[in-house]
Every structure is written in C-alpha cells, then in structure tokens.
C-alpha cells in the first residue's frame, strides 16, 4: 500500500473552492510562436468593439462585448486568446468603468485566474489584492470571497501557508454551502500539514468528517481521512495511519 504523504495530499486535494480557472496551456517555445500572430488576432478582436481606444467611454456595446470576450476566451484557440487577454488589459487601463463596476472587477478576476493557472503567481495575486482593496468592489459579495479563495491559493502555491490559513479561516466562518465549506477545510487540513501543525490538522480532518457525515455526503469523507491517515503518519502513529487510509479504500 502506497503511504500518501502530506505533499501528495496538497498536489491531489487542493480545492479552488468551485471557482472555474481557465489554463491556457503552452510551452515557452509555443508562446514565443503565438506572440508573432497576436497582432493579427488583436485586429480581429479590435474589430470587434468597431471604435478607437482613445474614446475612454464605455457604451453598452463595449460592456456586452467585454462580458462575452470574459465568457467565450475559454473556447478561443490559444492565440485569439492571448490578444483577447491583451485588448482586455487595454480597456481596463484606458477606459472608464464606474458605470460598469461589477464587469471591471469579474474581468480583473478572469485575469488573476489565467495568470495563476498559467504558474505566474505573483501577477495573480496582485489582481486578486487589487480587487480586494478597492473600496468600490466591496458591494459584490460573491466575487470579494473569490478573490479571498484564488488568493488564498496563490499564498499556498508560493508556500506561504500562514496568510493562506487566516483567509481560509475567515472564509469558513462564514461559509454556508456544504461542499465549499468541506474544501476550505480540506485546504486547512493540508497547509497546517505541510507546516508541522499536526493536531490542528486532525482536528479539522474531524470536522470535515463530522460535516461530511451530517449531511449524508460519504463520499466526502475522502480527503479528511487521507489527511488524517497523513497527520498520524507525521506524528509516529503509524496505526492510527493505516486506519485512516483503510477506511479511505473502503470508499473507492
């Protein structure tokens, strides 16, 4: 049997807490490769919004194209993509959007997104914080947790666990859906892991467990008990290990 580490456990279980992150997936080579076409997708895209990006008002054409260049980027070939990415940064820094808050702030958070999935942390979490401290994004509830949870795993991906935790923390308490709540404890149950804190661990993993069999989700009791049998492992209690990873294959 194949002991899981605590490492593993973050690889395999980390949640983004339901939020959808999308990967433009190249190699370095590729990307230098698309840059030569980016100026003839921009043209396209450019062609798109039919005006100039000296007028700095936005019009409602401007706002319905923007929301469908930040829901439909997924589906582009990679190199529409990237000037998308492009056109989109342009209008964030060029254009006035205090008629259309809430689409700025969801476009700087697709951004984030793309950069953490594309390994540039660091310029993900910048968006992230940018959004978090802007005064005038506090009125949208649902995306200031998304950026708090998309932050939170930029901290944990640059193994800066603590800051990860205290996010983590707040988030919980005031959490209310089921599945969202088990993945940020999961998420606990990985950083205080990964940092030495073993019965801080445990102590969550049991949490998740009591939650996960509260509700009548079974198949939730996965992760806990892996990162239970994990802790244990760590503490010299290898039986107490083996119990959790047992109970974990009667799952499967």
């Known amino acids: 049997m194949k002991h899981v580490g605590v490492v593993d456990i973050l690889q395999h279980y980390f949640r983004i807490d339901g939020i959808t992150c999308f990967f433009i997936v190249y190699t370095k080579s590729r990307k230098n490769m698309l840059h030569k076409s980016i100026d003839k997708k921009r043209n396209k895209i450019n062609n798109v919004f039919m005006k100039s990006i000296d007028d700095k008002q936005l019009n409602d054409q401007d706002i319905y194209q923007l929301r469908q260049l930040r829901e439909s980027i997924v589906e582009m070939p990679h190199d529409e993509a990237e000037a998308a990415i492009v056109k989109i940064k342009e209008y964030l820094k060029e254009y006035d959007f205090s008629s259309a808050l809430e689409l700025k702030y969801s476009l700087m958070m697709k951004l984030g ?3 953490g999935r594309n390994s540039e942390v660091e310029d993900s979490a910048e968006y992230f914080k940018t959004i978090l401290n802007s005064p005038d994004a506090q009125a949208f509830t649902i995306l200031i947790r998304k950026a708090s949870a998309n932050l939170a795993i930029t901290y944990a991906l640059q193994d800066l ?46 949490q998740a467990l009591e939650l996960a069999d509260k509700h009548g989700l079974p198949e939730r009791r996965m992760d806990p008990l892996q990162n239970l049998g994990a802790a244990y492992e760590k503490m010299g209690e290898p039986q107490k290990a083996i119990k959790s990873w047992l109970e974990t294959l009667d799952l499967c």
């Open 113 to 115: 997104e793309i950069h």
């Open 161 to 206: 666990y603590r800051e990860a935790l205290d996010i983590w923390y707040t988030l919980l308490k005031d959490e209310k859906d089921v599945d969202l709540k088990l993945n940020l404890l999961s998420n606990i149950c990985v950083a205080h892991g990964i940092i030495g804190e073993y019965h801080d661990s445990i102590h969550n993993a049991y």
